[in-house]
C-alpha cells in the first residue's frame, strides 16, 4: 500500500512540475519572444503634437509603426503588432498576413471586441481579383484595433504579430486617435 501511495505522490508532483514548465515555456514564448524585425529599434519621442483631424494614415510593415498626418504633417507615430505572418501582401483568409497597398477608412466600431476598431477598405478591387485567380477567399475585416480585454498587456502585445492581419495598437493609443479619424480617411500600407 505504500508503494502505492508513495508512486501517486511521485506522479502527482510530476504532474506539477510538468505543467509549471509549460506554463512558464508559455509564458516565455508568446509573452516575451520578440518579432524578427527593426521593432526593437526605439521612436524617437517629439514633443506631442495636439491631434487633430487625421486625413492620412501610413502604416510601415517592416518598421512595425503607423504615423498619422493632418495636411501632410505628421502628428503621432505608434509602435504596432500584425498579423501572425506579416512578410507579404495578403492574398487569402487565414494566410496570417497584413495587406499592402492604398485603402481607405471604410467603418468605426465604437462596441468592438478591441476596445474600438476603424475598418480599412481591404479587399480591394485587385485584391480580389488576385484572391479570384487563385481560387481563394481574399478575406476582410482588416481593422486598426485595440486589445479589448488583453489591454493589461500595454506595450507587450508588440512583442509578438499576433493578429489575423489587422493593425493592432494599444487601447490608449486607439482612444487617442479614434475621435480623429473619420470614414474615407486615406490609409497606405507599406510593406
Not at 148 to 167: M, N, P, S, V
Request: charged share 25%.
Amino acid at each position: 500500500m505504500r508503494a502505492k501511495v508513495a508512486f501517486c505522490i511521485k506522479f502527482l508532483f510530476l504532474i506539477v512540475i510538468l505543467w509549471l514548465v509549460g506554463y512558464l515555456g508559455y509564458r516565455y514564448f508568446y509573452m516575451t519572444k520578440e518579432v524578427e524585425s527593426p521593432q526593437k529599434q526605439a521612436i524617437p519621442k517629439a514633443p506631442p503634437v495636439k491631434l487633430s483631424k487625421i486625413d492620412y494614415i501610413l502604416i510601415e510593415k517592416k518598421k512595425r509603426q503607423m504615423t498619422v498626418f493632418h495636411k501632410d504633417k505628421p502628428l503621432r507615430v505608434y509602435r504596432i503588432a500584425l498579423g501572425f505572418s506579416p512578410v507579404g501582401h495578403k492574398t487569402e483568409q487565414g494566410d496570417g498576413k497584413t495587406p499592402e497597398g492604398m485603402y481607405k477608412i471604410v467603418a468605426k466600431n465604437p462596441k468592438s471586441r478591441f476596445h474600438l476598431s476603424i475598418k480599412i477598405s481591404y479587399p480591394s478591387t485587385a485584391d480580389r481579383k488576385i484572391a479570384a485567380e487563385k481560387g481563394v477567399h481574399p478575406g476582410g475585416e482588416i481593422m486598426i484595433h485595440g486589445l479589448g480585454a488583453q489591454g493589461f498587456l500595454g506595450e507587450k502585445h508588440r512583442l509578438r504579430d499576433w493578429t489575423l492581419g489587422c493593425i493592432a495598437v494599444t487601447n490608449e493609443e486607439i482612444t487617442e486617435v479614434y475621435p480623429y479619424i473619420d470614414v474615407g480617411t486615406k490609409v497606405e500600407i507599406r510593406p
